[in-house]
């Protein structure tokens, strides 16, 4: 059975950095792609950040990049996001996903709250 689950949210104030950590176990980590979204009260989930299996290959929102940067350890069966600047429109529920190669549908963790206050 796979699982995924987030940890590491919480309060921050604007300027300020958090790491957040996704740990996902049932599967051959290595071999999935990885990504974070985040969904802010009232507004659609969005993309955030995406890593494949090699760390060579990450994708950000243009929200996001040059603030945010995402990272795995496959031995740990792990990926981080290192958020920093922090602004209060990063004030969201922050999600991690786990999608295998080659398919179309991804493993959904519960989210973590990350709340930036001005």
């Known amino acids: 059975q796979v699982r995924v689950v987030e940890s590491g949210g919480g309060l921050v104030q604007a300027g300020g950095s958090l790491r957040l950590s996704c740990v996902a176990s049932?599967?051959?980590?290595?071999?999935?792609?990885m990504r974070w979204f985040r969904q802010a009260p009232g507004k659609e989930r969005e993309f955030v950040a995406g890593i494949a299996w090699s760390e060579s290959s990450t994708t950000y929102s243009d929200s996001v990049k040059g603030r945010f940067a995402v990272s795995r350890e496959n031995a740990k069966n792990t990926v981080y996001l290192q958020m920093n600047s922090l602004q209060p429109e990063d004030t969201a529920v922050y999600y991690c996903?786990?999608?295998?190669?080659?398919?179309?549908?991804?493993?959904w963790g519960q989210g973590t709250q990350v709340t930036v206050s001005s």
């Open positions: 996903t786990a999608r295998p190669a080659g398919s179309s549908s991804d493993y």
């Open positions: 049932g599967l051959t980590f290595s071999t999935y792609f």
